[in-house]
């Protein structure tokens, strides 16, 4: 499909362990976001990139949370040391724009991640 | 401190009639006003958008209203559709807000909107 991807889309996973979040965005989009919805409440920023370079970083919620995307495509969020507060749903969303261009942000359909 | 704001958490419409959702803005940086739509177990898909140099944007059955003064948005859906049943999230964005010019955006809450046939 053409769309955003995100695997896996469900993750349970033991609080203390470390987990990975992949995002495929749409081809030749350079803008990627992540987002953290918590249930109830809307999407919340974590992190941008424009290609390769993260250009911002100020919505990740502490230093256990870190993302890349070392090529300009593919990005993974990555949580270490995983606590019950970080269960949400991590959506991951793309956008052809450069800055100083409006776009539309296209959203994949999230991976649901669970902390007992 | 919440800068989007979707005040009614639900809206149940009859079909064939107008359903409006509103949603208010405090932070005045704000410049670009989007509306999402979202399904169960999907994503937010994008449906219409506004820049602040326009009070209305019109796409098929969705038009939306900026009032820029009042910092209000709405959106209205006519003639309203079962198929339109979903939570629909406000969201707005500030060009060069952060310094490094991401265009983050901000999320209301989002309201349940049924349409009910």
């Known amino acids: 499909g053409a769309g955003v991807s995100q695997s896996p889309r469900y993750k349970v996973a033991k609080r203390g362990q470390d987990v990975a979040l992949r995002c495929d965005p749409i081809?030749?989009?350079?803008?990627l976001f992540w987002y953290q919805q918590a249930l109830g409440q809307g999407p919340e920023f974590l992190t941008y990139?424009?290609?390769?370079?993260?250009?911002?970083k100020s919505g990740l919620p502490s230093d256990r949370f870190f993302a890349e995307r070392p090529e300009g495509s593919v990005s993974t969020l990555k949580i270490q040391r995983t606590q019950q507060e970080d269960s949400a749903v991590y959506l991951c969303?793309?956008?052809?724009?450069?800055?100083?261009?409006?776009?539309?942000?296209?959203f994949g359909p999230g991976t649901r991640l669970t902390v007992l | 401190d919440q800068q989007v704001k979707q005040n009614s958490p639900s809206l149940s419409v009859q079909e064939g009639r107008i359903s409006i959702l509103n949603c208010d803005y405090t932070?005045?940086?704000?410049?670009?006003f989007l509306w999402y739509k979202k399904y169960p177990a999907e994503g937010p898909t994008f449906l219409i958008s506004?820049?602040?140099?326009?009070d209305k944007n019109e796409d098929g059955r969705f038009t939306v209203f900026l009032n820029k003064s009042a910092k209000h948005l709405s959106l209205h859906i006519v003639p309203s559709q079962p198929g339109d049943s979903a939570v629909y999230f406000c969201?707005?964005?500030?060009?060069?807000?952060?310094?490094?010019?991401?265009?983050?955006?901000?999320f209301g809450k989002g309201t349940k909107l049924s349409v009910i046939p």
């Open positions: 969303a793309s956008s052809w724009a450069l800055v100083g261009i409006y776009n539309e942000q296209f």
């Open positions: 969201a707005a964005s500030a060009s060069g807000y952060s310094g490094a010019g991401s265009y983050q955006l901000t």
């Open positions: 990139f424009q290609n390769e370079a993260q250009l911002d």
């Open positions: 081809s030749g989009h350079v803008s």
């Open positions: 506004i820049s602040s140099i326009k």
């Open positions: 932070n005045s940086m704000f410049d670009y």
